[in-house]
Structures are given as C-alpha cells and as structure tokens.
C-alpha cells in the first residue's frame, strides 16, 4: 500500500514554480523519497529523489522536512509541459526496486 | 540510447479472449517489470523479473496472467481469458538491476480494452 498522501490536484500558473506537497509520516529511517511524473498517454518519468537532504537537478529540487515526514517536490518555472500526475513515493530499501504509487496529484499549467 | 518498447499500443477484445503484450527493454537492463494502470489509480506492479528469473509475482493473478522473460531480454505478457476489470494501461519498465538505487525507465505501455 502507498504510504504517502497527496492532494488530488493543483494548478499553477505558467512561469510560476510550481510546489508539489507530499505526507509521509510513518516513513522510516531507511527510506528513500522520490519523485516519479506522468505526462498523458507516456509512462511515469523519474524525476528526483532524497533521504533527508535537499537535493536539486536539472529538473527539480526536492525540500525534505527535518522530522523527514513530509517534502515539497519544486518546479521552479513551471511550463505547460509540467502538466503531469506527480507521485511520491517512499521507496523501501530492500532487494526488489518495487515501486508502490498511490494516485498522485495532477498538476495543471495554465497559461 | 532508445527507450522501453511496447507493442501493441491498443487492443480492443472481447471478454474470455486472450491477449499478449510484448515489451523489448532497454539494452543491458537486467531488470524488467510489468505493471497495471487502471485509469484515474497509480500503477501497480505485477510482476518482476531478475534476468529470466521472477523476482516478484506477488500481485499477479496468476489464474488468468502469465508472462516470461526467455533468454533475460524480451518478456511477454499474456491474459488468458479477459474479463472486464482487464482494462487497464499495460506498462512495462527496465532497470539496470533490481536494488532501489537503479531508475525504472517505463515504456509508452499497451492500453487494452475488454468490452
């Protein structure tokens, strides 16, 4: 089961960072946050991930909370093409890679 | 460097046919999976593969679902007969191994309708 939560949706002004919440508050210590997105009719994208230290690429930058129960996924000039479903997803350290997403938020760029 | 490939991107059938999906990953990605998108949900994972090797089938419904990975590259997916609930987004993903710090690179994936 998801273990994040996420609002359903969000929009954002072309231009405009685009701030993207996400709750986790039973994460553990050993869990990674990321960022997965997906545009209409493609597969989910990565897009970022972190422990407990922002972390920022060419893409986005990912703000994690000191207590690591929630982050905020940043866009920072968001453009139509950022309309997307975002997910988050707390990863768990083990053998297997699985990915567990939950129903995300969609993001609308507006112009 | 090309992408996940997926084929066929549509299938429309009928319920009680069958039906396979094909998915060619990533060239040196040991690592394959399959998942199911039910429109407006995430997706979910149904099955991984470890070169040829199942990793996890746990989510699979494994009276009608079947998939193989021959020789650790291509893998299909097959449904064996359909029924309503199938209609889903098919999406297939590679990864160069199968620890949580390899990305999964998803394919375009198959939509299937089952009416």
């Known amino acids: 089961d998801a273990k994040t939560t996420q609002p359903p949706s969000m929009d954002c002004a072309e231009g405009r960072a685009a701030n993207l919440p996400c709750n986790h508050s039973t994460i553990s210590g050993n869990e990674y946050v990321y960022w997965y997105r997906q545009i209409h009719s493609q597969g989910p994208q990565y897009i970022i991930h972190?422990?407990?230290n922002n972390e920022t690429n060419e893409m986005a930058s990912l703000i994690i909370t000191e207590d690591r129960k929630s982050s905020t996924l940043i866009l920072p000039h968001a453009t139509l093409r950022d309309t997307a479903v975002y997910y988050c997803?707390?990863?768990?350290?083990?053998?297997?890679?699985?990915?567990?997403f939950g129903a995300g938020t969609i993001l609308r760029v507006k112009s | 460097e090309a992408g996940v490939a997926q084929s066929p991107r549509y299938k429309i059938i009928e319920k009680r046919q069958s039906v396979a999906f094909w998915c060619n990953p990533i060239s040196g990605h040991a690592t394959l999976y399959w998942y199911q998108q039910i429109l407006g949900q995430g997706p979910k994972l149904l099955i991984q593969f470890q070169n040829n090797g199942v990793v996890d089938d746990s989510q699979l419904p494994k009276d009608r679902f079947s998939a193989e990975r021959l020789k650790g590259v291509d893998s299909t997916l097959k449904i064996q007969p359909a029924k309503l609930e199938d209609s889903a987004v098919y999406l297939c993903?590679?990864?160069?191994?199968?620890?949580?710090?390899?990305?999964?690179?998803f394919g375009p994936g198959t939509r299937l309708t089952v009416t």
């Open positions: 993903a590679s990864s160069l191994g199968d620890s949580s710090g390899y990305e999964q690179y």
């Open positions: 972190g422990l407990k």
């Open positions: 997803i707390v990863r768990v350290m083990e053998y297997g890679n699985k990915l567990v």
